[in-house]
C-alpha cells in the first residue's frame, strides 16, 4: 500500500491548454477535520468532499487575501456543512458531526441520504471588493461532487468534471483525494469526450490513492493528452479564529446584548470557534471593557 504523503494540490493542463485541473491529496486535512469534529465515518466523508471541493475553488482564488465559503444544506440528518478556503488552507464544520447512517445497498456510505438533496449550496467569494460575489444552486444529489459540477456550470457557465472522495475505515481516514477538469473556451468537442470516456478511472480516487500516489495516477489517466503540471502547492486545515477576533465579534452583538450577557452571566462567558474548538474565556471584566469600546462614537 502506497506511504501517506503531504497534502498537495497539483495545477495542470491537458492538450496544450485547452483544459485546465486541480489534482488534490488531501488525506492529512480530512483526517483532521475528523480529529477536531469527532466525526462518524459518514460525516468525516461529507464534510472531507465539502472540504476538498472547497479547497479546489480556493486554489483558483487569484489574490491571496481572497476567500470562498461554500454553504451545503440539502435538508438531510446531517444538517449544514460549511467549509471556508484560500489558496492553500481549509476549514470547515458541520451541524451534526455524531450522525449514523446504514450503508447503501453497494456497501458504501450513504453521503447522499445525510445531506439530502432538497437544499441548496451558496458560494460566497471575498475577492477584496467592496460586495462579495454570491452564487446558489439547488443540489442535485448531495454526493457533494456533482454538487460542485453542478455549481461551476451554472453559476459559472464553465462545463466541469469533479469527482471527490475520501475512504474511511472507523476512525482513521486512509485516504482523501479530488479532480477538477474543466475545458477551456474553444476546447474540442473531441477532448471533452475522451475526458468523458477516461472519467470512469478517477471515479474511485480514495481507495487508487492507497496504492498510488497522485503523479503516478494522473499519468495513467491522462496518457496521450498532454499533461503538465504546471505549480504544486501545500494544503492545510488551518483555522484563523484568535482571541481578538473574537473580541471583535462580540462587540458586533451590540450593546444590548452586551449588557445583557453581563447581567445574566455572572461568571463571564466562554465562545468556541466552530471550525477548530478553540474556547477563550471572557471574564464580567472583560465583558464590561468591551461594552465600553461598543458604546464608543
Same mark, same amino acid.
Given at each position: ?8 494540490? !497539483?495545477? /495542470? ?22 480529529? /477536531? ?36 444544506? +440539502? %435538508?438531510?440528518? /446531517? ?19 455524531? #450522525? ?15 445531506? %439530502? ?10 475577492? +477584496? ?21 453542478? $455549481? ?14 475520501? #475512504?474511511?475505515? %472507523? ?20 477532448? /471533452?469526450?475522451?475526458?468523458? #470516456?477516461?472519467?470512469? !478511472? ?14 503516478? #495516477? ?8 498532454? $499533461? ?70
Amino acid at each position: 500500500m502506497n506511504q501517506p504523503q503531504k497534502d498537495q494540490m !497539483l495545477h /495542470i493542463t491537458l492538450m496544450d491548454g485547452m483544459v485546465r485541473g486541480l489534482l488534490l491529496t488531501a488525506t492529512g486535512t480530512v483526517a483532521r477535520a475528523a480529529a /477536531i469534529h469527532c466525526t462518524s465515518p459518514v460525516a468525516t466523508a461529507a464534510l472531507g468532499r465539502s472540504l476538498m471541493g472547497t479547497a479546489m475553488m480556493g486554489a483558483m482564488l487569484k489574490s491571496e487575501d481572497a476567500s470562498v465559503t461554500v454553504t451545503i444544506d +440539502g %435538508g438531510g440528518p /446531517i444538517g449544514k456543512i460549511v467549509c471556508v478556503a484560500d489558496q492553500t488552507s481549509v476549514r470547515g464544520c458541520v451541524d451534526v458531526p455524531h #450522525l449514523e447512517m446504514p450503508l447503501r445497498p453497494d456497501g458504501k456510505l450513504n453521503v447522499g441520504m445525510a445531506v %439530502g438533496k432538497t437544499g441548496r449550496m451558496s458560494v460566497v467569494k471575498d475577492v +477584496g471588493l467592496k460586495n462579495p460575489y454570491v452564487g446558489q444552486v439547488q443540489l442535485l444529489s448531495g454526493e457533494i461532487a456533482e454538487d460542485f459540477a453542478c $455549481y461551476y456550470v451554472q453559476s459559472e457557465q464553465t462545463p466541469t468534471l469533479q469527482s471527490l472522495g475520501v #475512504l474511511v475505515s %472507523g476512525e482513521t481516514v486512509l485516504s482523501a483525494g479530488g479532480v477538477l477538469l474543466q475545458p477551456m473556451p474553444g476546447c474540442p468537442d473531441s477532448v /471533452i469526450s475522451e475526458l468523458e #470516456l477516461r472519467s470512469p !478511472l478517477m471515479a474511485d480516487i480514495s481507495r487508487e490513492l492507497c496504492y498510488e500516489p497522485m503523479e503516478a #495516477l494522473a499519468q495513467k489517466w491522462f496518457d496521450g493528452m498532454k $499533461y503538465v503540471v504546471l505549480e504544486q502547492t501545500g494544503l492545510s486545515y488551518r483555522c484563523n479564529c484568535s482571541r481578538s477576533r473574537m473580541e471583535r465579534a462580540l462587540i458586533t452583538l451590540g450593546r444590548d446584548e452586551l449588557t445583557r450577557m453581563i447581567q445574566d452571566e455572572q461568571e463571564g462567558a466562554e465562545l468556541t470557534c466552530h471550525f477548530c474548538k478553540k474556547t477563550e474565556r471572557f471574564s464580567q471584566h472583560d465583558l464590561i471593557r468591551l461594552l465600553n469600546q461598543a458604546t464608543q462614537p
